[in-house]
């Protein structure tokens, strides 16, 4: 069975101070790590994922995440973040071999403050 | 190219009733995924149809049914709907790859049962 807690619910940062939105998973098999975006009335966007080989990932609009797999986690970072940043931010897991559907965490809310 | 299209965008039911929510994959793709998003949760994997076969299927009720067309549109059936069944709705189409897939959101439909 897998599991994503995404620790923070709701996380307020100023405009271009530093951020990060923790996940965690639980997982008996390997995984592969995905977060998402999703702005207001607006489907999910990939931001990122990790499939292999280097643990630190780089995505689109400035984001990355590292890959722990003895802490379990995939941290989202981004060093300045910009009011457009201001969305909901969900981490995914997909199971290796399994059926390729992702679980998700229950997201966090970015809210970037001017 | 398009991205994937679901319609209706919004949707306003009474309990009981049955409802039908629509999903055109990009093109080319071949495989369908719908997801439920309940208002402050993460998505949650309903079905998935592969060349027009159901390859996955999520921990939801008999009264959750799906199919996919010989052009890979798919549609998502809803009976008997609860008021639990207000959600948004999301379909993700995806080639198939072996590195696990990389999934493409529509927009969503809201149902709101009321």
């Known amino acids: 069975a897998q599991s994503v807690t995404q620790l923070d619910s709701q996380v307020p940062v100023f405009e271009e101070a530093p951020v990060e939105l923790r996940c965690n998973y639980s997982s008996s098999v390997s995984v592969y790590l995905f977060w998402y975006v999703q702005y207001p009335n607006q489907g999910l966007q990939l931001l990122l994922k990790y499939l292999s080989g280097s643990t630190l990932v780089k995505g689109i609009n400035g984001f990355e995440a590292e890959f722990n797999k003895s802490q379990t986690s995939f941290h989202l970072r981004k060093p300045s973040v910009h009011i457009s940043d201001t969305a909901e931010y969900f981490c995914?897991?997909?199971?290796?071999?399994?059926?390729?559907?992702?679980?998700f965490g229950t997201g966090t809310r970015l809210t970037v403050i001017p | 190219d398009a991205g994937v299209t679901q319609s209706p965008t919004h949707l306003i039911k009474t309990r009981g009733q049955q409802v039908t929510l629509r999903c055109s994959p990009i093109s080319g793709h071949k495989s369908v995924s719908w997801y439920q998003q309940v208002l402050g949760q993460g998505p949650q994997f309903i079905f998935q149809y592969y060349e027009k076969e159901e390859r996955g299927r999520g921990n939801f009720p008999d009264r959750f049914s799906a199919r996919q067309f010989p052009n890979y549109s798919s549609e998502l059936n809803v009976n008997a709907l609860l008021l639990g069944d207000s959600a948004l709705y999301l379909c993700?189409?995806?080639?198939?790859?072996?590195?696990?897939?990389?999934?493409?959101f529509g927009s969503g439909t809201q149902l709101s049962v009321l």
């Open positions: 993700a189409s995806s080639l198939w790859t072996v590195e696990g897939e990389k999934l493409f």
């Open positions: 995914a897991v997909i199971p290796k071999g399994g059926a390729n559907n992702l679980f």
